[in-house]
Nanobody, 115 residues
Framework: QVQLVESGGGFVEFGGSLRLSCTAS????????AGWYRQPPGKERELVASITAGGSTDYANSVKGRFTISRNMGRNTIYLQMNSLKPEDTAVYYC?????????WGQGTQVTVSS
């Protein structure tokens, strides 16, 4: 069973930065695609950023230019650098990894941005 463990969430003021980390119990070489999702209070979970095995990245329009997804293969870790944070970025952030037809999820980490 693959496990994903997120860290790095917390409370930050408007305009601040946070870096989320997601460490996998398996080599992330095995992930066809990995990504970060978020679920704001009372809303559906949404894709924030993704990175394919080949290194191609994609972002939600709402975070383009502010968030950056990256990875460290040697550490089996996927990162989400979040800059210029806004109150509307407040959510529980989840990382995911797709291996074949199976998608694995982390437990989530809370990000709260004050106005």
């Amino acid at each position: 069973q693959v496990q994903l463990v997120e860290s790095g969430g917390g409370f930050v003021e408007f305009g601040g930065s946070l870096r989320l980390s997601c460490t996998a119990s398996t080599s992330i070489f095995n992930f066809k695609v990995a990504g970060w999702y978020r679920q704001p209070p009372g809303k559906e979970r949404e894709l924030v950023a993704s990175i394919t095995a080949g290194g191609s990245t994609d972002y939600a329009n709402s975070v383009k230019g502010r968030f950056t997804i990256s990875r460290n293969m040697g550490r089996n870790t996927i990162y989400l650098q979040m800059n210029s944070l806004k109150p509307e970025d407040t959510a529980v952030y989840y990382c995911s990894g797709a291996q074949g037809v199976v998608v694995y999820w982390g437990q989530g980490t809370q990000v709260t941005v004050s106005s």
